[in-house]
């Protein structure tokens, strides 16, 4: 992928930092206009020429795990350019020598980028990645506490959604390894994202949202703007559409009537239920056909389909192990079928709203 880049405007200046466990060593400090950014003297220039002097085109190709190894700031909402805010140890804009934090973006593959906001510009950088590597969304936000005795309500939370996953860390991931070390991991299909209204939320904090996973757990979180609470949303259901039209279909193990039987949800087809033995199939419906569903809050969901010919509702009713993720996916695959539909879906906030609140509770009702 070819960059063009360019330093920002800063002040920069030399000067030797101790952190109290070794010797004094230098660094290069850059004031920007937001920003102050300390870098350590020995990965500032090489062959002693500054790189903050002008524009230069870098070329460098993803690596096949962890990808470029660069993390990014700033976009045109901010009004101010798209700059390198991390680069990782041994990744391949480090080893590059050309890249540099500070480094404003101008150009992707012969885009012009300046004037693009920042979800623009991990589009253009993702567009070559398989969809399951693809980042579409990562970001600081408050995780609120749910053991009461804890000293602090809120903790900092940084939150990412990568290929098929929704991952919750303590602190950025830096390294390749670092994606495999998430104090939670979620499928992004199997969970469930909830946009909180003024009646909904917990204290005064005005921006939040919650996060139902596949057990039926409630995680809450806080972010600061009303932006921040936009682009969270838009980011998680283009994240859940995506993996949906990856998998294309997902099959759940279930009873009926004492017997093992298998339930597949087919972005295609709709559902089937199957003898889990003899693969023989027992019913199948197409989404269009399921007029509404309840569930006991712990195992069963009762589904209401159309016969096609007679128009009569047909009730079945299913036992599982994983109700919530089985929830979760129907709601899912609900959604990316309606955004197929309509391309304007996924840029919706009152539909996504609206679709989340129909799921929110522990006994969930779906209607089409």
């Known amino acids: 992928m070819d960059f063009r880049t360019a330093c920002e405007e800063t002040k920069t200046g030399i000067c030797l930092l101790q952190d109290g466990n070794q010797e004094p060593f230098k660094v290069r400090l850059h004031l920007a206009k937001d920003i102050l950014m300390i870098q350590e003297q020995d990965v500032i220039c090489v062959s002693g020429e500054p790189f903050y002097s002008g524009e230069r085109t870098v070329t460098i190709r993803r690596q096949a795990v962890g990808g470029f190894g660069l993390s990014i700031k700033g976009g045109a909402e901010h009004n101010i350019p798209v700059v390198i805010s991390k680069i990782s140890k041994e990744q391949r804009a480090e080893l590059s020598g050309l890249l540099f934090i500070g480094d404003a973006i101008l150009q992707i593959n012969g885009i012009n980028v300046r004037k693009c906001r920042h979800e623009e510009v991990i589009k253009k950088i993702n567009r070559n990645f398989p969809v399951n590597q693809q980042t579409v969304y ?14 602090r309500l809120y903790s900092p939370t940084f939150l990412a959604l990568r290929g098929s996953c929704l991952y919750k860390f303590l602190a950025p991931p830096v390294t390749t390894w670092d994606w495999t070390r998430a104090e939670k991991t979620f499928s992004v299909y199997e969970i469930m994202c909830k946009i909180l209204k003024d009646s909904d939320l917990l204290d005064r904090r005005k921006h939040c949202f919650t996060v139902q996973s596949e057990s039926g757990e409630d995680l809450y979180f806080s972010v600061e703007l009303d932006c921040d609470l936009a682009q969270w949303e838009r ?4 994240a859940t559409f995506l993996e949906v039209e990856r998998i294309q279909c997902k099959t759940y193990a279930c009873v009926l009537e004492s017997h093992l039987m298998g339930l597949t949800i087919d972005f295609s087809t709709g559902f089937i239920c199957f003898d889990a033995a003899t693969k023989a199939v027992l019913w199948r419906y197409k989404f269009s056909q399921l007029k509404g569903s309840s569930d006991d809050g712990k195992s069963k969901i009762k589904f209401l389909f159309q016969n096609s010919d007679t128009k009569q509702i047909e009730a079945k009713e299913l036992e599982f192990s994983n109700l919530f993720a089985v929830l979760h996916c129907i709601h899912s695959f609900f959604a990316a079928k309606v955004a197929c539909l309509d391309p304007l879906f996924l840029g919706s906030q009152a539909t996504v709203a ?12 779906y209607t089409t």
């Open 138 to 151: 990562m970001g600081w936000c408050e995780a609120r506490e749910q053991d009461p005795l804890q000293d």
């Open 235 to 238: 980011a998680f259901q283009t």
């Open 354 to 365: 609206a679709a989340a609140s129909s799921a929110s509770t522990s006994k969930t009702k």
